[in-house]
């Protein structure tokens, strides 16, 4: 029988949740290293039972620990993140120059092909590959080099949030980092390319920077890898091109601020957003904790409000804390920095906290098994 596996990461640790087909009931595990911040965790699409996972602290720094039993036990493996050559400087919010430093691992994404090849999109803002398992990781410097001395931090930090493996073309690779914008590459990460064109930044004095729009995260098309939704800093986009070039589909959205941004498994023109209601406040309209569905692509969107709570709710979602399953029909999952886990297995129109009251969470991703 098919399931159903979350992997929750918080401020204090991490937690898997697991359920049938069916979706009703669900196991808790965790907390996995409790009391410790848990970035991301994420499964290997060619090994299920392979999951990665960043817990970082102030005291012992970045460690990466890798489960080969879809999460019973966890190792330490490879915690070098050490930047090709001389690393220069970037910009820094006084907009003088500053060393890159690297400071924690904010996203894993396991090859969809191999087990031991993972990618790691790292804090300040680089790409690094571990060919070995997370034993070792090599840094793709072609990314930095595409105007990196331009990039600067957002509020959250200079991070590099979003990587999106091609499943059409394994040369093809795209990321997302925090003020800076999104890039590409067609050459399996040797050398990358800005795709910001038509982005809008009200922020940016040049309306047709290459750098500097803050991306907060993008999603692709299930079945037309050449369709990318991103949400960023003041409006939702859209790519019809592989990011050649942007248009906003905004449309009816109560905010266009917001973080996180996912598409439906099998309708490839309903995607998701959790609008937010400004850069400075960081809970939903209102006090009603709404998710927004466009079934047309964008521009035209609904709120999805049946069993989430609509009055007096003041948490936010972050970037990373949406994601869907493979199943039918569509669930979808959503953790808030209160401690719920949401979810809806009918494509949205109703939902279930499936937990509550855990640690401040910061990721959500979901496996579906066989």
């Known amino acids: 029988m098919s399931g159903v596996r979350v992997l929750v990461g918080t401020r204090k640790g991490a937690f898997i949740l697991t359920s049938d087909g069916k979706r009703k009931k669900w196991k808790i595990s965790g907390p996995h290293f409790a009391g ?4 991301h965790m994420n499964g290997s699409p060619a090994d299920p039972n392979r999951l990665y996972a960043s817990q970082s602290s102030g005291w012992f720094g970045q460690i990466v620990q890798r489960s080969n039993d879809g999460g019973e036990t966890w190792e330490p493996v490879g915690n070098n993140f050490a930047y090709d ?7 820094w919010y006084d907009g003088t120059q500053h060393p890159w430093e690297f400071k924690r691992v904010w996203r894993f994404e396991p090859s969809l092909r191999d087990p031991d090849t993972v990618y790691a999109g790292v804090e300040d803002a680089a790409l690094f590959r571990s060919s070995d398992g997370g034993m070792t990781w090599q840094e793709l410097p072609g ?6 001395h331009l990039w600067q931090p957002g509020a959250g930090g200079m991070c590099l949030h979003t990587i999106i493996l091609d499943p059409n073309n394994q040369n093809r690779i795209f990321v997302a980092i925090s003020a800076a914008g999104a890039f590409r590459s067609n050459d399996g990460g040797k050398t990358w390319q800005p795709i910001n064109k038509g982005l809008k930044s009200g922020e940016l004095p040049d309306p047709d920077a290459e750098v500097g729009h803050c991306v907060h995260n993008i999603a692709m098309h299930p079945s037309n890898s050449n369709i990318l939704f991103m949400q960023k800093h003041w409006d939702v986009n859209r790519s019809d091109d592989g990011g050649d070039s942007w248009h906003e589909v905004s449309g009816n959205l109560p905010s266009d601020f917001g973080f996180p941004i996912a598409v439906h498994a099998h309708e490839p023109d309903t995607i998701y957003v959790v609008p937010i209601k400004s850069d400075s406040e960081h809970f939903p309209p209102d006090g009603k904790l709404r998710v927004y569905r466009s079934r047309s692509g964008g521009n035209e969107w609904e709120a999805l409000t049946k069993g989430l709570p609509q009055s007096d709710c003041y948490v936010n979602v972050l970037r990373s804390a949406l994601a869907v399953d493979a199943l039918d029909s569509c669930g979808i999952y959503f953790g808030t920095t209160g401690g719920q886990i949401y979810a809806s297995s009918d494509s949205g129109d109703s ?15 979901v496996q579906t098994l066989k």
Request: hydrophobic share 45%.
């Open 85 to 91: 050559g001389v690393p220069g400087t970037h910009l």
């Open 143 to 148: 990314l930095r080099e595409t105007k990196g």
């Open 351 to 365: 939902w279930t906290a499936i937990a509550r009251d855990l640690p401040a969470v910061l990721s959500v991703e």
């Open 36 to 39: 410790w911040e848990i970035y």
